[in-house]
T-cell receptor
Framework: DTGVSQDPRHKITKRGQNVTFRCDPI?????LYWYRQTLGQGPEFLTY????????KSRLLSDRFSAERPKGSFSTLEIQRTEQGDSAMYLC??????????????FGQGTRLTVV | KNQVEQSPQSLIILEGKNCTLQ??????????LRWYKQDTGRGPVSLTI?????NTKSNGRYTATLDADTKQSSLHITASQLSDSASYIC????????????FGGGTRVLVKP
């Protein structure tokens, strides 16, 4: 499978615990995005990377959230001291930003987080 | 403010019928507009992508239109099938620092037999 893959698909955690999600983008894609989607809503931008550099973070990304892309390949999103409001689908997308228009953004299947 | 608004929020149609979904955006500067289909519990999958110079683009029974002057787009589904039941999300790529994708809230379509 050469698409975007996310792990785990589902995560249930107790409030206050830390969780970490992983995203493996399409290998030649230099841009990697993280989005959060709550039920019935469209995805909301969290952060994005150009290779290993984190270029933008949303105000939604509180200090409990941290994302890394250490070698410009896979990325991790960590949430510390989870709260019930963190329950959502966390989507990762990647694209090749080169060229005049760049290319299509491809999404992973998402990680559904439930904080109990 | 860079926003993407979609309407209706949801609709129910009978199998075989057509429907049209609307998208209005204020994102600037505009780069391109995409329509995605998202099945429940899955990631979005691209249907079409259009630049400001394209007025219409088709992908099977899906036809998207774009009016860059009025900043409106529509997605027309022809001869709907049960498998068309999903959320359809309008996404605009902003040609600015970040080239961030701005998502609409989606339209949830339910096709009934």
């Amino acid at each position: 499978d050469t698409g975007v893959s996310q792990d785990p698909r589902h995560k249930i955690t107790k409030r206050g615990q830390n969780v970490t999600f992983r995203c493996d983008p399409i290998s030649e894609h230099n841009r990697l995005y993280w989005y959060r989607q709550t039920l019935g809503q469209g995805p909301e931008f969290l952060t994005y990377f150009q290779n290993e550099a984190q270029l933008e973070k949303s105000r939604l990304l509180s200090d409990r959230f941290s994302a890394e892309r250490p070698k410009g390949s896979f990325s991790t999103l960590e949430i510390q001291r989870t709260e019930q409001g963190d329950s959502a689908m966390y989507l990762c997308a990647s694209r090749d930003a080169g060229g005049v228009m760049g290319t299509e953004a491809f999404f992973g299947q998402g990680t559904r987080l439930t904080v109990v | 403010k860079n926003q993407v608004e979609q309407s209706p929020q949801s609709l129910i149609i009978l199998e075989g019928k057509n429907c049209t979904l609307q998208c209005n955006y204020t994102v600037s500067p505009f780069s391109n507009l995409r329509w995605y289909k998202q099945d429940t519990g899955r990631g979005p999958v691209s249907l079409t992508i259009m630049t400001f110079s394209e007025n219409t683009k088709s992908n099977g029974r899906y036809t998207a239109t774009l009016d860059a002057d009025t900043k409106q787009s529509s997605l027309h589904i022809t001869a709907s099938q049960l498998s068309d039941s999903a959320s359809y999300i309008c996404v605009v790529l902003r040609e600015a620092a970040g080239n961030k994708l701005t998502f609409g809230g989606g339209t949830r379509v339910l096709v009934k037999p």
